[in-house]
């Protein structure tokens, strides 16, 4: 009699224990299923998937007007590309990253601001110097679209924040882009030695455009020059300003690219023009062909 007992005691106890293990798998099953979790299964198959089949899909929730799904695939590229090293993605999900959240965000501009001065933290050469790039263009085209709001401010504004940039004259706007295209151009030698195509992800030019800027130094060299010869650009007037009134200026190539600049104008954009378009100029003077000094 006991000894039923003792085998009866046994096998209620293995149903027990059995049950919790039951129970105790079919809720780890629930919580690997879990929406969380579902979706980071989702993201780490599509990261699988090639930077091609991805901008696909990105294009079909743009056509369809789905900006919120598409900057979802947008992260997806981000990381991949990141982890994988690879600056063109990397600087195509980024911009595309700034479009979509211009698209979605009433509060739009200081979002991707905050987020371009994220990235440039932590960034490496040569990714550091084409977002300066960007950061310039975004700061100038903040200005252009809220112009009205500078004219009537001084130099001397009681208002200034340095954190906001609605309090800002136009000076510090000026002055801020003028700051990140140089620092766009800090490596010049190390630029020069990158092909242009590192970033053929971002670029759309066919094979003459880039016989035109075959390097990433040409390429971010060019993006500052055009912006130093928008006449608007150089709205402010400083007290000893560089005038080009010599015909100097308008010798051959070769001649130009000797001329010693001086100015006590540092904002003058005329004199940055220039500046730049020597190091263009010596750059490819020597070249077998004169695509890249057009």
């Known amino acids: 009699m006991k000894k039923l007992k003792y085998v009866l005691f046994f096998l209620v106890m ?29 993201e780490r198959m599509l990261s699988k998937q090639s930077y091609e089949k991805l901008w696909s899909k990105i294009e079909g929730f743009t056509d369809k007007g789905l900006p919120k799904s598409a900057l979802e695939i947008v992260e997806i590229i981000y990381k991949k590309a990141k982890s994988e090293d690879n600056p063109g993605q990397f600087i195509k999900a980024i911009v595309h990253k700034m479009r979509l959240i211009q698209e979605i965000d009433d509060e739009a501009f200081v979002k991707v601001q905050k987020f371009l001065i994220d990235e440039l933290k932590n960034s490496r050469f040569p990714v550091t110097p084409i977002l300066h790039s960007m950061m310039a263009e975004q700061y100038w085209n903040y200005y252009n679209s809220n112009r009205y709001r500078f004219f009537n401010r001084t130099n001397t504004s ?29 490596e010049p030698d190390a630029l020069k030695k990158i092909a242009v195509n590192i970033i053929d992800p971002v670029l759309n030019i066919n094979n003459e455009g880039r016989k035109m800027r075959p390097t990433l130094y040409d390429f971010l060299a060019h993006r500052v020059v055009d912006f130093y010869i928008n006449e608007e650009a150089g709205l402010t007037k400083p ?24 100015t006590k104008d540092s904002l003058s954009f005329e004199f940055h023009a220039l500046f730049y378009l020597q190091d263009l100029i010596r750059f490819h003077i020597g070249d077998s062909t004169p695509d890249a000094l057009v």
């Open 14 to 42: 293995i149903i027990i224990i059995t049950g919790i293990a039951l129970i105790i798998s079919i809720h780890s099953g629930l919580a690997n299923s879990s929406p969380g979790n579902s979706s980071t299964q989702e």
């Open 158 to 186: 009681t208002q200034f924040k340095n954190e906001d940039m609605e309090t800002w004259t136009l000076n510090q706007i000026v002055e801020t882009v003028n700051l990140h295209y140089k620092q766009s151009l800090e």
């Open 239 to 262: 007290k000893y300003e560089f005038t080009i009134d010599s015909p100097e200026f308008f010798s051959p190539p070769e001649a130009f690219s000797k001329l010693q600049l001086i």
